[in-house]
C-alpha cells in the first residue's frame, strides 16, 4: 500500500517489518512493534491512531480466544490549506487462522472500541477502509 507523506505503518508479531523506522516495546509481541519513520507532526498523529488500533486489536483478539500471529496497521489522510486534518483513514492486515467472520467481527469491535480514534472522531473523521 502507498502512503502519503503523512502515512504510517506499525507492526507487530509475523506481520513485524522494518521499514527503517523505530521498534517500539510492546506489551503483547516480545520483539516489539516496528513503526515507519516518524519525523513530523502529521505522522505522529496517525502513529498514535495505527499504534491504538493495533493495541486494541491484539487486546480484543485475546478476549475472544482469537489467534494471531501478526498485524499490521496503516494509518494516513490529508490536510487543508489552513493544516486542519481532512480526515484519518486506517487499514488492518492479520495474520490468524480465524475465520472471515471472527476477522470481521473483530475488526468491528476494535473499531468502536479504540480510544485515539474515538477521541479524534469528536473533532474530525477517522474512518477504517
Known sequence: ??????GVRVSAGSLRRADGGVVLPHVWTDAGVATTPVSNGAQALHLAVALCVLNDTF?????????????AVT?????????????ITYSVELATPAS??????LLAV????????????SATTVTRR
Do not use: N, Q
Not at 1 to 6: A, E, G, K, Q
Not at 62 to 67: F, L
Open 1 to 6: 500500500m502507498d502512503l502519503s507523506p503523512f
Open 59 to 71: 487486546r480484543e483478539a485475546r478476549s475472544r480466544d482469537i489467534t494471531l500471529d501478526g498485524v
Open 75 to 87: 494509518a494516513d489522510g490529508a490536510f487543508d490549506e489552513e493544516w486542519r486534518s481532512t480526515g
Open 100 to 105: 472471515p467472520e471472527e476477522r470481521a467481527a
Open 110 to 121: 476494535v473499531d468502536e472500541a479504540a480510544e485515539i480514534p474515538r477521541a479524534l472522531r
